[in-house]
Structures are given as structure tokens and as C-alpha cells.
């Protein structure tokens, strides 16, 4: 492994500090609310030392959403590594997805206002490509499990960019219905008492579609999460933040 020097560790540790007092602005007021001002107040120092870090707001978002992704990416991996039928690992993927967004909620903010064409596009070539990285890998993981499905007999393909659309269809039931579950203040009007269980049964007709084994069944669906949620929770997490509990 790569040492650092003196001078790089102080960089990278002024660059944390920044990150941490930049990381409840955003989450209490979007972009708005982050202030290189209320940053450099608190570290004491002058305001081009921030921008020296950091060229602008924006790439400090890029930063803290870099560091979601790669906070994901580690519920991921420990999701996986649990003893269980393919389809059992890959709903532990998505239980992993709930737990990141109720337990490390200013991240999950930071990686949502990240994907604002008017953020990304203000932000460096080379942070871009971290995050690209990051979030490959997070799809890569996903897709591991569907190709032991594959392996296994649990699941026979009959495209041949099967795997993609699976792991680009799950993305999207999960990751758009939590977000919509953040932000839409509408989901009970239009009958979403528990929008939980609606991503998990969504998921569930998707993969039960596609005939994956075994094949749904609520009972033991239900123990299985209980136990997924009770597992890498009591891991512990991979940040400290404030935490949104929602019950299951």
C-alpha cells in the first residue's frame, strides 16, 4: 500500500475536516445552505484554503457523493457474503439499499443532489471518474449474484443482455422508489401506505417473472430480511451520521 507523505496526509485530513462540516449544510439545505464562508469560520482559516481544496460547492458535493457510493458499495459487499440462496443474496442487496438510506441519510443526500445536470456539470473530469468507478462497482457486485444464479440453475437467461437488465431493473425499482420515498409528498394520495413493502413486492413479481429460484414466498421472504437488517446493522455501519430509522 501507498504511504503518504506528511504534507499529503495534511491535505487529505484538511480535506476531511472540510467534508465533514460541509456534510450536514447540504443535508439541511441543498446546495444553497453550503456556505465556504460557515467552512472556513470553522477551520479557522482563510477562504482560499478551502478553495484551494476544493474549486467550488460543487465539487465538494462530488466529493461527499464519492464518498456515499463507496459507503454503499461496503453494505453491498457485506450483503453478499451472506450464507444464502442466490436469491436470497440479492434481496440482501436491496435490504442494504434501505439500511444506507435510514442510517446514513446525509450521504444518500448528496449522492441524490449530484445527479443535477446543473452540479455535475460544474465538477472535475478526474472526481467524475471516481464516481463512475464507485458506482460501477456497486452494479458489478449486483451483477456477481445474478451470474451465480446463473451458474447455480436458479436462473436460466433467454437474452443475451440479460444480466444488465436484470441488474439495471432492480437498480431502478429500488433505488427510484426510495428516492421517490424521500422526496414525493404524494405516494399516500395515490394509495402507497407502505412504500417499502411496495419496492420489495415489485422486485419480488420481477424476479418471480423471470422465474428465479425459489420462488417468492412472504414467509420466509420476511424472516430472511428480518435477518438481513438485523445482521449488517449489528456489523455496524461504515460512517457515523444522524440516522433516520424507518420501521420495516
Known amino acids: 500500500m501507498n504511504s503518504l507523505t506528511p504534507k499529503q496526509r495534511e491535505i487529505r485530513q484538511r480535506e476531511l475536516q472540510i467534508l465533514d462540516l460541509a456534510r450536514p449544510m447540504l443535508a439541511a439545505g441543498g446546495l444553497a445552505a453550503l456556505s465556504m464562508d460557515a467552512i472556513a469560520h470553522e477551520l479557522r482559516t482563510a477562504k482560499g484554503t478551502i478553495y484551494n481544496h476544493f474549486p467550488n460547492k460543487e465539487e465538494i458535493v462530488l466529493a461527499l457523493a464519492v464518498e456515499a457510493v463507496d459507503r454503499r458499495l461496503d453494505l453491498f459487499n457485506r450483503a453478499v457474503l451472506m450464507r444464502g440462496t442466490s436469491r436470497q443474496r440479492i434481496a440482501a442487496i436491496g435490504i442494504a439499499c434501505e439500511i444506507f438510506v435510514d442510517y446514513l441519510p446525509d450521504w444518500f443526500c448528496a449522492e441524490q443532489l449530484i445527479r443535477h445536470e446543473s452540479v455535475w456539470g460544474k465538477t472535475s473530469t478526474r472526481r467524475q471518474e471516481i464516481m463512475r468507478n ?39 425499482l ?48 420476511d424472516r430472511w430480511i428480518e435477518h438481513v437488517r438485523t445482521h449488517l446493522i449489528s456489523q455496524g455501519l461504515p460512517a457515523k451520521t444522524s440516522v433516520r430509522h424507518k420501521d420495516s
Not at 178 to 197: C, K, N
Open 174 to 221: 429500488v433505488h427510484g422508489g426510495l428516492v421517490l420515498e424521500d422526496t414525493s409528498p404524494s405516494l399516500a394520495d395515490i394509495g402507497i401506505v407502505d412504500s417499502r413493502r411496495a419496492i420489495r413486492r415489485n422486485c419480488n413479481a420481477l424476479l418471480d417473472g423471470l422465474q428465479w429460484l425459489p420462488l417468492y414466498n412472504p414467509v420466509d421472504y
Open 134 to 172: 464507485c458506482e460501477g462497482r456497486c452494479m458489478h457486485t449486483v451483477a456477481g449474484v445474478v451470474r451465480d444464479a446463473v451458474a447455480s440453475g436458479d436462473l436460466v437467461l433467454h437474452t443475451p443482455h440479460g444480466i444488465e437488465d436484470i441488474v439495471f431493473g432492480l437498480w431502478s
